[in-house]
């Protein structure tokens, strides 16, 4: 029944970023922001995702309960009360101020047979960084994966927003 509110608010969610491909078994979707702050700042704040991440795409409801542990074969998880968990991503990837890479199927894609890959790619630019947030999902999405890109992409985008803003103050 969560999963089915998940993916509510994933079509929900107006698309604000890029679909850069869409077929029936998988999608891209990027969202590029820049913030003002350093590659190792912005770092910092991606493995903070309780300080910046939307509660409403989360299985307590409580943006405080998500983790990250930026190291490979971390753990992007969630505390579900009153004993309950979730791993929404393990990492893959993790080379500080540059890149973080996830296995990651997100929401409703966890329930699917589907390969996934959330890319966090950090570039210094004037005045602070540029993230490139890429995701990648491939496999049996019976719903089609061209009719999930534009609300994953929006979900995502949302998300890079957050980063951003936390970022900014």
């Not at 300080?51 to 409403?56: F, H, Q, S």
């Not at 409801?61 to 490979?72: F, H, M, Y």
């Not at 966890?110 to 890429?134: D, F, M, N, Y």
Request: aromatic share 6%.
């Amino acid at each position: 029944m969560r999963a089915l509110a998940l993916l509510c608010l994933l079509v929900a969610a107006p698309a604000a970023a890029e679909v850069k491909s869409a077929t029936a078994n998988g999608f891209e979707v990027q969202s590029v922001a820049v913030v003002k702050a350093s590659p190792e700042e912005a770092w910092a704040m991606i493995a903070r995702p309780a300080l910046w991440w939307n509660p409403e795409h989360s299985w307590s409801g409580k943006a405080r309960n998500l983790t990250l542990e930026p190291r490979a074969g971390g753990c992007f998880c969630e505390a579900v009360p009153p004993r309950g968990s979730v791993e929404h991503g393990r990492v893959l990837s993790a080379m500080p101020g540059r890149l973080l890479l996830l296995e990651a199927p997100l929401g409703p894609l966890q329930s699917l047979a589907v390969a996934t890959r959330l890319t966090w790619r950090l570039k210094p630019v004037a005045g602070g960084t540029e993230i490139t947030q890429t995701y990648v999902a491939g496999g049996y999405m019976p719903m089609g994966g061209d009719k999930l890109a534009p609300a994953v992409d929006g979900v995502l985008a949302e998300q890079l927003a957050r980063l951003k803003a936390r970022l900014d103050r």
